[in-house]
Nanobody, 118 residues
Framework: QVQLVESGGGLVQAGGSLRLSCAAS????????MGWYRQAPGKERELVAE???????DYADSVKGRFTISRDNAKNTVDLRMNSLKPEDTAVYYC????????????WGQGTQVTVSS
């Protein structure tokens, strides 16, 4: 089992910045994929950014150049720094962790609201 606890988020004006943080209850050495998803009202949950298989990172095209994912292996935390926020970034952001293999599982945080006003 992996518990994920998110912090950060809130209300910000367009062009502003926010940072989300996610703390995992388990060492990253036992987690294969770690990152952030988001879900806007009426839309499906989508990938924002994640670490895969070590240091490789993937970003959604819509956030490239604006968002940066980082992690602290000693603290088992993964952060999402969001700059130049746009109203279309408004969504509930979820921390995600995944273990691969036959007994692989997906884990989700409770979600944190990010609202960007125009």
């Amino acid at each position: 089992q992996v518990q994920l606890v998110e912090s950060g988020g809130g209300l910000v004006q367009a062009g502003g910045s926010l940072r989300l943080s996610c703390a995992a209850s388990r060492s990253f050495s036992s987690i294969d994929i770690m990152g952030w998803y988001r879900q806007a009202p009426g839309k499906e949950r989508e990938l924002v950014a994640e670490f895969r298989s070590g240091s490789r990172t993937d970003y959604a095209d819509s956030v490239k150049g604006r968002f940066t994912i980082s992690r602290d292996n000693a603290k088992n935390t993964v952060d999402l720094r969001m700059n130049s926020l746009k109203p279309e970034d408004t969504a509930v952001y979820y921390c995600h962790a995944q273990t691969l293999g036959y007994f692989g599982q997906n884990y989700w945080g409770q979600g944190t609201q990010v609202t960007v006003s125009s």
